[in-house]
């Protein structure tokens, strides 16, 4: 039986099975998705009620996942969700291998439950998506993600340490759907305090620190503007930056110094 949400987004470009890549591994970027191909996000306040379905455009690839993030993290955050960014932008970094095909992220269970599904080529072997070193991005893909096999399995660890799992399935129709489900009251685990020595920062790093001390918070994309780099690469920097302590979010996607990252600046400067 159709569903209230695929009649909801029914007004969403579907390409047939003819038209679809084949296999993941393409050589050609995907093209950038708008109008009713354009990525959505269906936000569920409530199981009984309608979703909000919000579309995503921008004007390129690296711009469209880290908005897609961004606001993906927003809504999550806005139910109450405690999915950490880095897990969200992972995933979201990995459609690139799905071409954006028909591209639509549900919000559930309090902003606990997030679902991107595509009508991608699929995911043929789960098991080993999810390996340290795997991965079918080709060169083009690389100049907008890493592209070294790292994205799902550090999304994966990362959300072990609250308890909490993803999951991949066939979607209908072709395609695949990624499932994050996180319990509620999860709490993450007390990180060890590095010792200042211990933490090596590269120069890029380093700007980020200082351009956060001097805007107090901001996301990604701002940080990516200022110092000229991909939006890919401000997601990885902030992530290292925030599993090292070094800065916390402060929702809506923004990051801003914490302490320890204040003192380390210091000595730096």
């Given at each position: 039986?159709?569903?209230?949400?695929?009649?909801?987004?029914?007004?969403?470009?579907?390409?047939?099975?003819?038209?679809?890549?084949?296999?993941?591994?393409?050589?050609?970027?995907?093209?950038?998705?708008?109008?009713?191909?354009?990525?959505?996000?269906?936000?569920?306040?409530?199981?009984?009620?309608?979703?909000?379905?919000?579309?995503?455009?921008?004007?390129?690839?690296?711009?469209?996942?880290?908005?897609l993030a961004e606001k993906?993290?927003?809504?999550?955050?806005?139910?109450?969700?405690?999915?950490?960014?880095?897990?969200?932008?992972?995933?979201?970094?990995?459609?690139?291998?799905?071409?954006?095909?028909?591209?639509?992220?549900?919000?559930?269970?309090?902003?606990?439950?997030?679902?991107?599904?595509?009508?991608?080529?699929?995911?043929?072997?789960?098991?080993?998506?999810?390996?340290?070193?795997?991965?079918?991005?080709?060169?083009?893909?690389?100049?907008?993600?890493?592209?070294?096999?790292?994205?799902?399995?550090?999304?994966?660890?990362?959300?072990?340490?609250?308890?909490?799992?993803?999951?991949?399935?066939?979607?209908?129709?072709?395609?695949?759907?990624?499932?994050?489900?996180?319990?509620?009251?999860?709490?993450?685990?007390?990180?060890?305090?590095?010792?200042?020595?211990?933490?090596?920062?590269?120069?890029?790093?380093?700007?980020?620190?200082v351009l956060l001390m001097?805007?107090?918070?901001?996301?990604?994309?701002?940080?990516?503007?200022?110092?000229?780099?991909?939006?890919?690469?401000?997601?990885?920097?902030?992530?290292?930056?925030?599993?090292?302590?070094?800065?916390?979010?402060?929702?809506?996607?923004?990051?801003?110094?914490?302490?320890?990252?204040?003192?380390?600046?210091?000595?730096?400067?």
């Amino acid at each position: 039986m159709e569903s209230f949400l695929d009649r909801l987004l029914a007004g969403g470009t579907t390409a047939s099975p003819g038209d679809r890549p084949h296999a993941r591994g393409s050589e050609a970027l995907p093209d950038v998705p708008t109008g009713p191909a354009a990525p959505r996000i269906a936000i569920y306040d409530t199981l009984t009620s309608p979703p909000r379905v919000v579309s995503v455009e921008e004007k390129d690839l690296p711009a469209l996942i880290g908005s897609l993030a961004e606001k993906t993290y927003h809504h999550c955050r806005e139910q109450g969700g405690q999915v950490p960014y880095t897990v969200i932008s992972e995933l979201i970094e990995n459609l690139i291998h799905a071409f954006f095909l028909d591209v639509v992220i549900t919000i559930l269970d309090g902003g606990q439950v997030i679902r991107i599904s595509d009508h991608g080529p699929g995911v043929d072997d789960k098991d080993r998506a999810f390996l340290p070193g795997f991965t079918t991005a080709t060169p083009p893909q690389r100049s907008v993600i890493k592209g070294v096999g790292s994205g799902l399995p550090i999304a994966r660890e990362s959300l072990s340490f609250l308890n909490g799992v993803i999951t991949v399935e066939d979607n209908l129709g072709g395609g695949a759907v990624f499932t994050i489900n996180l319990p509620h009251g999860a709490a993450a685990p007390s990180a060890p305090r590095l010792a200042q020595p211990e933490i090596k920062l590269s120069t890029r790093q380093q700007k980020v620190l200082v351009l956060l001390m001097e805007l107090n918070a901001a996301g990604p994309t701002a940080i990516a503007k200022e110092l000229k780099v991909a939006p890919a690469t401000a997601f990885r920097d902030l992530g290292l930056l925030e599993k090292a302590g070094l800065i916390h979010s402060v929702g809506d996607g923004k990051r801003a110094l914490t302490e320890e990252g204040v003192t380390l600046l210091e000595s730096i400067l």
